[in-house]
Nanobody, 122 residues
Framework: QVQVVESGGGLVHAGGSLSLSCVVR????????MNWYRQAPGKQRELVAT???????NYADSVKDRFTISRDSAKNAVYLLMNSLKPEDTGVYYC????????????????WGQGMQVTVSS
């Protein structure tokens, strides 16, 4: 059974920092792309940051130069360091991982974490 376990959400004042962590647990062959999404109240879920297995990264324009995504492939973990937080960064943050379940599989399965609240007060 695969689990995507997140930690690190919470409440912070504007201008502050938070660090999010996510670990994939279970029997899998390989973790490919890992992503962070967020969903603000009344809005659709949006992609915040992506990191490939080769460590290539991509960010939403709204978080560029403030957020940093990183991963530790040996631990099947991904992290999101959020600096200079703004009230508009408030939302539920989700970890998303694309997993190759076995050596013989030709496609990735997508798994989601349970989500965690990040609240930035003004």
């Amino acid at each position: 059974q695969v689990q995507v376990v997140e930690s690190g959400g919470g409440l912070v004042h504007a201008g502050g920092s938070l660090s999010l962590s996510c670990v994939v647990r279970g029997s899998i062959f390989r973790v490919n792309d890992m992503n962070w999404y967020r969903q603000a109240p009344g809005k659709q879920r949006e992609l915040v940051a992506t990191i490939t297995r080769g460590q290539d990264t991509n960010y939403a324009d709204s978080v560029k130069d403030r957020f940093t995504i990183s991963r530790d492939s040996a631990k099947n973990a991904v992290y999101l360091l959020m600096n200079s937080l703004k009230p508009e960064d408030t939302g539920v943050y989700y970890c998303n991982a694309r997993l190759r379940m076995s050596y013989y599989s030709s496609y990735d399965n997508t798994f989601w974490g349970q989500g965690m609240q990040v609240t930035v007060s003004s």
